[in-house]
């Protein structure tokens, strides 16, 4: 049983859950960001993952290497196991998780925190476009599957301002159930 705390972040591709992460990072350095594996080559600074082969992901995949996997928009996405590690040793991970794949996920690890960092479609759309790395249709696609996916048993952070607004309640989120793990 895991004895520190699992926070998963959730969220349409383009709300800045990576630009959360490396905030939050920064300001509780104890926090273990598990890094994800990605079948997609690296190409921007803004999201830090490790690059895999299709084939070289289903090998490892194969060989029991990810603790959470799963695939979206083409891609396949895996967590890897030493986070149980950290979990075990009683260090609190951050992940940047899956709307798809959260119920699995809490079927691994029922005691989950899941925060879902929210954006208005306006702001989801200048974010995407600004990236640069969908092109017009794929845009069109996230935008259709962000307004119609909704996630429950969460906690939502909405980042529609200034990213340290988003940070700040995230991390005092994260600190109150932190300290309700250990007092429990």
């Not at 200034?162 to 109150?176: F, S």
Request: with cysteine; charged share 25%; net charge negative.
């Amino acid at each position: 049983m895991m004895s520190g705390c699992l926070f998963v972040f959730v969220g349409a591709s383009g709300v800045g859950k990576d630009s959360v992460l490396r905030c939050l990072k920064n300001r509780m350095p104890e926090l273990h960001i598990a890094k994800r594996v990605i079948t997609r080559k690296q190409h921007t600074e803004s999201e830090d993952y490790e690059s895999l082969s299709p084939e070289q992901f289903i090998t490892q995949l194969l060989e029991g290497a990810f603790i959470f996997h799963w695939r979206a928009h083409g891609v396949r996405y895996g967590i890897r196991k030493s986070v149980n590690d950290i979990l075990q040793a009683g260090g609190n991970v951050a992940i940047n998780g899956s709307r798809a794949a959260l119920e699995e996920m809490r079927a691994i690890y029922p005691a989950l925190h899941a925060i879902s960092i929210n954006v208005d479609l306006e702001v989801l759309e200048e974010r995407l476009i600004a990236r640069g790395r969908e092109n017009e249709d794929e845009i069109a696609a996230r935008l259709k599957r962000a307004s119609q996916y909704q996630v429950t048993n969460c906690h939502i952070i909405a980042n529609n301002g200034a990213l340290e607004e988003a940070v700040d309640q995230c991390a005092l989120l994260m600190k109150d159930l932190m300290r309700d793990v250990l007092s429990a």
